[in-house]
């Protein structure tokens, strides 16, 4: 057992906490301490609240100003928290008022961001918060998902801008005729990559008019169909998704990619295991011990270019939209990693992730 000290007053709820409903049936909250940290850029900055009694595996929720949340299991808040000065098991745990993250200017942030409030959520995990407690949770989200290749067209509902989704079916797609494919970034969706691609509202300096006209001139440019993969991103990687992609699409298909986020990997090795006449083949050397030296098989992008190439599939056009050129570290072994990912892209899309440097 662990002792915290929170900088704050602990408050009593007036309803009966809940996790949020992504998580319904994967976990089982027991109780939850709720505290309101006073002390947010000034305030009554001595107010403290010490907790007892709480395990290594329970978690933590850290709110901070701007409604961003960060989730912790316990061990890890004392890692990323605790002094030097003495052992970790042997003292109570302070947690800090502010945090700060990797490549923060703190100069314009005012130092850092102020912690709004912190609950200790008792929870049934089984077994360790570590990787395969993250694995399995990520597993329960992304079970709910519906993947595959469809149609795209623009929602003829009202209000904000939508895609229509629908099953490419028996309708043959003209393969003599480009076609675009969209694939979205990590915990989105086609629409919540794309959506306003199929009209206002438009964040910027262009008129609503701009944004309506989008639309009709992909379909303009592209008249063998718009399409895109719905497809998992965190249990499932991105050579996987590429394979998927590849199996999906005609064979004979002249093919433009249209990607954003986590999305421009799957695009880019489908557009890499396309390339021709290279004496190495379409992934070289570099390619493959990239792989090995990461502790995966090579095998699968043989695979991939061997797919492309048996259906005479050719890319076209590659357009990547924050694409992490360098790779991705979500396949994390920290819960608050996972969690704070999926939870916050849930409840506020266009945060993105902040991993704790120092208090």
């Known amino acids: 057992m662990s002792s915290f000290m929170l900088p704050g007053t602990q408050i009593e709820m007036g309803s009966v906490e809940e996790l ?4 319904n049936g994967a976990l089982e909250l027991e109780r939850s301490v709720d505290i309101l940290v006073a002390a947010s850029r000034g305030g009554d900055a001595d107010a403290q609240t010490p907790i007892d009694g709480i395990d290594e595996n329970d978690v933590v929720e850290i709110e ?31 947690m800090p008022k502010t945090l700060t993250f990797e490549g923060m200017d703190t100069s314009r942030s005012g130092g850092g961001y102020a912690v709004e409030a912190i609950k200790i959520l008792k929870t049934n995990f089984a077994g360790k918060a570590d990787e395969m407690t993250a694995l399995a949770l990520a597993k329960h989200i992304e079970s709910k998902l519906t993947t595959g290749f469809f149609r795209c067209a623009v929602g003829r509902t009202t ?24 694939v979205h970034g990590t915990f989105s969706s086609t629409n ?40 998992k991103t965190v249990t499932v990687d991105p050579v996987q998704n590429a394979l998927d992609l590849v199996k999906a ?7 433009s990619l249209m990607s954003h986020s986590r999305g ?3 695009a880019a090795l489908v557009a890499r295991a396309a390339r021709l006449n290279t004496s190495d083949g ?26 492309i190439a048996l259906k005479q599939i050719k890319i076209e056009r590659l357009i990547r939209i924050a694409g992490p050129l360098r790779g991705t570290t979500l396949a994390s072994k920290r819960l608050d990693r996972f ?21």
């Open 249 to 255: 699409l005609p064979k004979g298909a002249r093919v």
């Open 159 to 182: 209000g904000a801008p939508s895609l229509d989704l629908t099953s490419v079916g028996d309708k043959k797609i003209d393969t003599k005729k480009p076609m675009l494919v969209l």
């Open 192 to 231: 919540g990559s794309f959506s306003e691609l199929a009209g206002p509202p438009y964040h910027g300096t262009k008129t609503p008019q701009d944004a309506q006209d989008v639309w009709p001139k992909l379909s303009a440019a592209f008249p063998a169909e718009i399409f895109a993969l719905e497809h």
């Open 20 to 23: 949020p409903a992504e998580l």
């Open 64 to 94: 901070l100003e701007g409604g961003l949340k960060i989730w912790q299991s316990v061990a890890d808040i004392r890692a990323d928290f605790a002094s030097t000065d003495r052992s970790v098991s042997e003292q109570t745990l302070l």
């Open 282 to 307: 379409a992934f070289d050397h570099t390619d493959r011990q990239i792989f090995t030296k990461a502790g995966r098989s090579a095998e699968s992008l043989d695979v991939l270019s061997a797919g």
């Open 264 to 266: 421009g990997m799957v």
């Open 339 to 359: 969690l704070s990912i999926a939870l916050n892209t849930f409840d506020c899309p266009s945060s993105g992730f902040l991993e704790p440097m120092a208090a």
